[in-house]
């Protein structure tokens, strides 16, 4: 068995006072066992509706999630065990300390040597010693993603993990997840953060308005996106011998500079700066950025 997540039309309506409220319409994705999959979305796009289906927290209007092989409803306390979940809105109760609560999480999951507590505490800079409505934010984040992954689980199910966390312990984390998967553990968590992402996923799903806008792998989504080039040439050159060419747009000529975006193969904009001497050329193609903002606002279709 080599998938850890399906979801096959998976649609989630909410009954609210006000009438039906679109969560999530009509979701079909596979993860892969050992892979770390980025889940990306804007505000209410249905990330946490995802994940909140995947855990039986709530329950589908229609369509299938199968979870590990198994049903997350029927089979939800099996499941359970073999799963580390961190919630968006992780919650504990504040008057214990955070070493006894992660003891205490640690025995419901059939027990976590205090050893492992003590080493991810110390990887995370978290004094077990604290009670828990003394932390900050991002300290109680800690709390949420050790019991996440104290008990080593086959699947990690993280909702806006990094939430709070510092530059250098969002690094740590992010040394986690790689860890984890290195293990053969499957990583499924929801971002904001594109470069996190991209640091760490093999794959990344965008879902705008619960609905798949785009999923590939980073390496593709890489390859994707808008090549942004300035060239300087010896002499002027006319905008419009470069205005046609195939991918080019946002075309800016200011006497012997021109710039531009180029989607997909630059070879025609070299070839045509090719006829006159070129003197310099700066290309910067890292911009998932930029592709991410036109999927989430639904520029670019997916
Ligand atoms: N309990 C609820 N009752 C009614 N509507 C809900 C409920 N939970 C979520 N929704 C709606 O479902 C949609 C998806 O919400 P969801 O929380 O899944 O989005 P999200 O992608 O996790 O967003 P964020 O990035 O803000 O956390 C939103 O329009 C939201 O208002």
Do not use: W
Not at 55 to 61: E, G, Q, W, Y
Not at 235 to 263: K, M, Y
Not at 285 to 298: K, N
């Amino acid at each position: 068995m080599t998938t850890a997540i399906e979801l096959c039309d998976l649609t989630k309506t909410y009954n609210t006072r006000r009438g039906p409220r679109r969560g999530l319409a009509g979701l079909t994705l596979t993860v892969q066992r050992g892979e770390v999959f980025g889940y990306l979305g804007p505000n209410g796009a249905g990330k946490s509706t995802t994940i909140r289906l995947l855990l039986d927290l709530i329950r589908p209007t229609a369509g299938t999630a199968r979870v590990l092989g198994m049903d997350p409803r029927s089979d939800a306390v099996a499941l359970h065990r073999r799963i580390g979940y961190l919630a968006g809105d992780f919650v504990v109760d504040g008057r214990q300390q955070a070493g006894a609560c992660l003891d205490f999480l640690g025995n419901l999951r059939g027990g976590v040597p205090a050893a492992r507590i003590a080493e991810l505490a110390d990887r995370l800079e978290l004094d077990l010693r604290a009670p828990i409505k003394s932390l900050s934010k991002g300290n109680r984040q800690k709390v949420g993603l050790i019991q996440a992954f104290m008990h080593q689980p086959e699947l990690l199910i993280l909702d806006e993990p990094s939430s709070g966390l510092d530059p250098l312990v969002q690094q740590t984390f992010l040394a986690m997840v790689t860890e984890a998967s290195q293990r053969g553990q499957t990583v499924f968590m929801s971002s904001h953060i594109m470069s996190e992402v991209e640091a760490v996923a093999d794959r990344v799903a965008i879902i705008r308005e619960g609905r798949l806008a785009a999923l590939d792998t980073v390496a593709d989504l890489r390859a994707r996106s808008l090549l942004h080039v300035r060239l300087t040439f010896a002499a002027p050159v006319a905008a419009r011998e470069f205005a046609e060419l195939p991918g080019v747009t946002d075309l800016r000529t200011d006497g012997i500079t021109l710039s531009c975006a180029v989607d997909g193969s630059p070879d025609a904009l070299i070839k045509t700066a090719a006829r006159h001497t070129v003197t310099g050329l700066h290309a910067d193609g890292q911009d998932l950025e930029s592709l991410f903002q036109a999927y989430y606002t639904g520029e670019r279709a997916a």
